[in-house]
């Protein structure tokens, strides 16, 4: 006797929730240039009909995916909020989940980085839902930090960027370039460190002596 499925092609919300899981695991291996809607009709186990009627079109279902599977919403979620926290403390755990996030999500960011490349539609696509969307996200945390008084005022925008580009140059070289599983220790010296290059900066206090 042939197993239940417990699937149910008549239910929207059902098909709709595959569709855009089996969709995030086939852009994370393909792109968006390489995934099709075929494939991702037969891992959602619905039929190809189905994805167009619910997202009209591939571009509207990688959106889709990348507003509602994004793994920026993993970050949002699950970055710790503690008031009574150092700012140092704050932006070194913030750190911490984001560097946990983009090696969870490794291939995923590794076939859309190259898809985006290659493609120039992909890459606004990228920009504008997900990269965009994160700048934003990590600019609203800076200004506030600054209208609270616990750093020092500047372009918001230009520090949430300096912030983003430190760990992210750190996870390329570190889970990319180097043939080698990740250092815990390793994590901990540089976190720590880009914690004090970004709150202290590197200006020489007046009146030191250079060394």
């Known amino acids: 006797m042939a197993p239940a499925n417990n699937h149910k092609e008549g239910d929207p919300d ?9 969709s995030l695991r ?16 037969r891992r959602a186990k619905v039929n190809e009909v189905t994805v167009f009627r619910l997202f009209k079109t591939k571009r509207a279902l990688f959106s889709a995916v990348m507003m509602e599977r994004s793994p920026l919403i993993q970050v949002e979620s699950r970055l710790p909020f503690n008031p009574t926290a150092s ?4 932006i070194y755990a913030n750190m911490r989940t984001v560097l946990g ?17 290659r493609h120039p539609k992909s890459r606004m696509m990228l920009y504008d839902i997900a990269i965009k969307r994160g700048l ?6 800076i200004k506030a930090q600054m209208d609270a008084g ?4 500047t372009d918001p925008e230009i520090a949430a960027r300096a912030l983003m580009g430190m760990m992210q140059s ?6 990319m370039f180097e043939a080698r599983a990740p250092d815990e220790e390793e994590d901990e ?23």
Not at 136 to 141: N, R
Not at 150 to 153: E, G, H, T, V
Not at 189 to 211: N, P, W, Y
Request: zero cysteines; aromatic letters at 12%; charged letters at 30%.
């Open 170 to 175: 750190y996870f390329l070289l570190t889970d």
């Open 189 to 211: 010296r540089t976190i720590r460190g880009f914690v004090s290059v970004f709150l202290d900066g590197m200006r020489q206090e007046k009146g030191a002596v250079g060394k």
């Open 136 to 141: 934003e996200f990590v600019t609203e945390f």
């Open 87 to 90: 700012i140092d403390d704050q």
């Open 26 to 41: 086939i852009f994370g291996e393909r792109g968006f240039s390489g995934a099709t809607t075929k494939e991702i009709a």
């Open 150 to 153: 616990r750093i020092r005022k």
């Open 101 to 117: 996030v983009l090696r969870d999500n490794k291939s995923m960011f590794m076939v859309m980085l190259g898809d985006a490349w």
């Open 14 to 22: 059902s098909a709709r929730e595959r569709i855009l899981d089996a």
